[in-house]
């Protein structure tokens, strides 16, 4: 059974960085797009970024463009959001979820795992 495990958020102040980490367990995900979603308060579910495992191909939001980096580390099966010059508007549970293929990523409907989530918060 896949299991996704968050870990990496907290409480930061505009401007800083926090590196979230999504370990990943129960099968091979070289065939698998690893993405991070997020929901703020009152708000629906956003994508953030995607990659694909196999071959490292990114994409994000316009939103967190040159601000985030996502990446995977095959040999831990984990997946890191670098998040750099945070905002409070980036406060949100953020997610970690898994699909197979890369058909339509932005979606949550194509994500068959997730996580628990892990709270950011940015104050001002």
């Known amino acids: 059974q896949v299991q996704l495990v968050e870990s990496g958020g907290g409480l930061v102040q505009a401007g800083d960085s926090l590196r979230l980490s999504c370990a990943a367990s129960?099968?091979?995900?070289?065939?698998?797009?690893m993405a991070w979603f997020r929901r703020a308060s009152g708000k629906e579910r956003e994508f953030v970024a995607a990659?694909?495992?196999?071959?490292?191909?990114?994409y994000y939001t316009d939103a967190v463009k040159g601000r985030f980096t996502i990446s995977r580390d095959n040999a831990k099966n984990t997946v890191y959001l670098q998040m750099n010059s945070l905002k409070p508007e980036d406060t949100a549970v953020y997610y970690c979820?898994?699909?197979?293929?890369?058909?339509?990523?932005?979606?949550?409907?194509?994500?068959?795992?997730w996580g628990q989530g892990t709270q950011v918060t940015v104050s001002s």
């Open positions: 979820a898994c699909m197979r293929g890369v058909t339509n990523f932005r979606s949550t409907d194509q994500y068959d795992y």
């Open positions: 129960g099968r091979t995900f070289n065939r698998d797009t």
């Open positions: 990659i694909a495992w196999l071959d490292g191909t990114t």
